[in-house]
C-alpha cells in the first residue's frame, strides 16, 4: 500500500453529526466509504485498518467490524490489537469480507470515539 499518499482525516465531521441512535453496521458502512481509498487485500504491520469479519469458529462471539493495529503475520492471517476489544485477536484471510481499510494515523482517535464495533456470537 501507498503509504506516502498524502491521506488527511478522512473522518472529519463524522463524530459531530453522531447522535447516539446510529446503528453499527450504518456507521461501517459510511466509515468505509469514507476510507475507500486506502484499500488493501494484505495489511503493513504497524499499520491501523478496519474492516468486516466475518469469523468461522462456531461458538465464539466476535466483532464484525475490527478495527485494529496489525502486529504481527501469521500462516493464513495476522495478529493485531483490537481497539474494540482492547486486546489482541486473530483474524484470518478467508475470513475478512471484502477489503482492508487502512486508518492513518490522524483518524485512529477519532475512529475510537465512534461506536461501531459490532460483537456477535458465531452459531
Do not use: C
Amino acid at each position: 500500500m501507498e503509504l506516502d499518499k498524502p491521506y488527511g482525516n478522512r473522518l472529519t465531521g463524522m463524530v459531530k453529526n453522531l447522535i447516539g441512535t446510529e446503528d453499527a453496521d450504518d456507521l461501517m458502512v459510511d466509515i468505509i466509504d469514507r476510507l475507500s481509498d486506502g484499500v488493501t487485500p494484505v495489511p503493513d504491520l504497524g499499520n491501523y485498518y478496519t474492516f468486516i469479519y466475518k469469523a468461522k469458529t462456531p461458538n465464539i462471539t466476535y466483532d464484525t467490524n475490527p478495527l485494529v493495529a496489525v502486529t504481527e503475520y501469521m500462516p493464513n492471517g495476522f495478529k493485531g490489537y483490537n481497539f474494540h476489544w482492547n486486546r489482541m485477536r486473530n483474524y484470518t484471510f478467508m475470513e475478512v469480507v471484502g477489503q482492508l481499510y487502512y486508518v492513518n494515523p490522524m483518524e485512529i482517535d477519532e475512529l475510537k470515539t465512534i461506536p461501531y464495533q459490532n460483537f456477535v456470537l458465531n452459531n
